[in-house]
DNA sequence: CACGATTCAGTTGTGCACAACTCAATCGCG
DNA sequence: CGCGATTGAGTTGTGCACAACTGAATCGTG
């Protein structure tokens, strides 16, 4: 049976949801700490780890849609391509067919880089203490939840009631 | 039945883990944006409000002791508190026992801003579309995670291999 | 009591996330 | 074709996270 939010007290709500959304935050954070020791070796951070699994399965791509893939925009994205550029690991180049756009590929250096931090997701996964099943299951609901945190109406969140 | 690890090719791994690492990433940033539009009004960012929270529930703290339920150190609270301090939510002192500590509170401001914040988590819940046992049941996933990450040694993670 | 080790807050420097903006290239409609 | 709207990358500014460090207060052991 589900319980329904409305039979719950705002009092009560403000220390579950201390715990709700601060287990996400201090996940997130662990998550990071554990991916910082593995990586330390490649020289590369977390999110330029992420940047280079979308370069390494997808080939060239434009800013945009590096993006899309990871839900970040070119104003997180600029930099830290820059960066990977310094690093010898990714190529930028102007489109041809669309001066306005930009596009990335893992460079020799970088597509080495990929031998290198194969073993790398197997070492986290053994860290977790999880099974395949359960990192998936945990996946799976992770995804759902934020494709319905995404697709939330602004407006709901603002008004200082208005939820009756 | 759990599969072993053992079982699946570092290849497979390599995608499995941009699935599992970056959909916990995109979660944690949907939530942050669902709270921004929801403490938008309150004037406090996340991290801002999880901190009052801590100061709600536990009264007068030592910055060290608001670190340790938010797993933050002191060069993320330092500033975070001076900027909760400038807004006027939050008062500091140093502490007469230990001239070392310094203590934190929430002003009077502060304690109002409490009531502000009563149907925040609710409204979060809502967006979250889940009902209260699966929240809880994703926050103990989590926490229990967190934990399991926290402990891991980082020894483990920096051999190339070293994993036989 | 004295002095080295530890603890605590704070600072500095790097990198990520995101809002708000600029500027050029492209698109689309009259 | 021409011109306003849109799209794409990049920049700027703010805030968080964390490593490495400083400096002061406290502790512990001789």
Redesign the interface.
């Known amino acids: 049976m ?4 409305g039979t ?1 007290r ?2 009560d ?19 990071n ?3 910082r ?2 990586l ?2 490649l020289g590369l951070t ?1 999110p330029q780890y ?1 940047v280079m ?2 370069l ?2 997808h080939g060239e791509l434009p800013v945009k849609k590096i993006g899309e893939h ?2 970040l925009d070119s104003g997180t994205l600029s930099p830290l391509l820059k960066r990977l550029e310094a690093a010898g690991y990714v190529e930028r180049r102007r489109s041809a067919e669309d001066e306005r756009s930009v596009t990335a590929r893992a460079t020799d250096a970088g597509t080495e880089l ?1 031998e ?18 359960e ?2 299951d ?2 799976e ?3 759902a ?2 494709a ?3 697709a ?1 109406d ?1 407006d ?3 008004g ?2 208005a ?1 009756d």
């Not at 589900?2 to 939010?5: A, D, M, N, V």
């Not at 709500?13 to 998550?31: K, P, V």
Request: some cysteine; hydrophobic content about 45%; charged content about 25%.
């Open positions: 589900k319980t329904t939010l719950v705002d009092e709500f403000l220390r579950l949801d201390h715990q709700i959304c601060f287990s996400l935050h201090a996940a997130t954070r662990a998550f700490g554990v991916y020791g593995a330390k070796e977390y992420l699994l979308v390494w399965e990871l839900r990929r290198r931090a194969l073993g790398v997701p197997r070492r986290i996964a053994l860290a977790t203490g999880l099974s395949l099943e990192i998936r945990l996946r609901q992770l995804a939840l934020s319905r945190l995404d939330v602004p709901l969140l603002e200082t009631c939820t």
